[in-house]
């Protein structure tokens, strides 16, 4: 069981906690020093929702 703040208690099996969102994009230096094009979306780009990195991800495809 977990008990929230307010005193709810939850009966589950599994508590799943994600917390500290840092993007992450050292690879992109990498391959560009070795020729490459690199496009950072998502949370590689800045941490937010996967909405928003799948319509990165649609507009670069369609300028390509």
Not at 29 to 49: C, M, R, T, W
């Amino acid at each position: 069981s977990v008990e929230t703040e307010c005193g709810k208690v939850f009966d589950v099996d599994t508590v799943v906690l994600a917390a500290g969102v840092k993007s992450e994009n050292t690879l992109k230096g990498s391959l560009e020093a070795a020729g490459h094009k690199v496009y950072v979306i998502g949370d590689a780009k800045e941490p937010g929702q996967v909405l928003e990195a799948n319509k990165q991800a649609h507009e670069i495809a369609i300028a390509l």
